[in-house]
């Protein structure tokens, strides 16, 4: 995703979890839900899509 809104043409080779040896077990996936504290807040708190894309944004306006 980040590649592609720099404009950047680049290679993401994957690696299994067994590549990084690490004391602490991982799960497989894990996904962190905002509902509660969205709901909590009383507002809608953006997708990380949304939050990366007006980050490149930002980013690119500072660079120009």
Known sequence: A???LMGLH???IPVSKETF????QRPTFSCLSN?????DLGCEIPSW???LK???TRLKEKVS
């Open 54 to 56: 007006r980050y490149v």
């Open 10 to 12: 680049c290679t993401i």
């Open 2 to 4: 980040y590649c592609d």
């Open 35 to 39: 509902k509660k504290l969205s709901k």
């Open 49 to 51: 899509e949304d939050g």
């Open 21 to 24: 040896k690490t004391k602490a």
